[in-house]
């Protein structure tokens, strides 16, 4: 089971992007899936986070310009990011909480991560 994330890019300040994340594999559920991001010399820091039954929560400096959402029946979840800042220059990784199969046994991965994608912001 496996994270792709996609969809960073440079954009100017005031723009737009649209990250997706899909979860491949023999899945059975996903729970809370969830952005992260890590400027250079930065924390990774949360950004968005989504659970099962669609409650959204975000980081103080993406409320209002953000929107976190999934696909459950494509197992992806995605990162409308509107308006954005030189300062939400990261690289933003993809987290979930996956139940899956592996060779028939059952398995759970509490935080699996994506590869991450770069967004830049200019200014």
């Known amino acids: 089971v496996q994270l792709q994330a996609s969809g960073g890019g440079l954009v100017q300040a005031g723009g737009s992007l649209k990250l997706s994340c899909a979860a491949s594999g023999s899945i059975f559920s996903i729970g809370a899936m969830g952005w992260y991001r890590q400027a250079p010399g930065k924390q990774r820091e949360l950004v968005a986070l989504?659970?099962?039954?669609?409650?959204?929560d975000y980081a103080d400096s993406v409320k209002g310009r953000f929107t976190i959402s999934r696909d459950n029946a494509k197992n992806t979840v995605y990162l409308q990011m509107n308006s954005l800042k030189p300062e939400d220059t990261a690289v933003y990784y993809c987290?979930?909480?996956?139940?899956?199969?592996?060779?028939?046994?059952?398995?759970?991965?509490?935080?699996?991560w994506g590869q991450g994608t770069l967004v830049t912001v200019s200014s």
């Open positions: 989504t659970t099962s039954g669609g409650s959204t």
């Open positions: 987290n979930a909480d996956v139940s899956y199969s592996s060779s028939g046994t059952y398995m759970r991965e509490y935080d699996l």
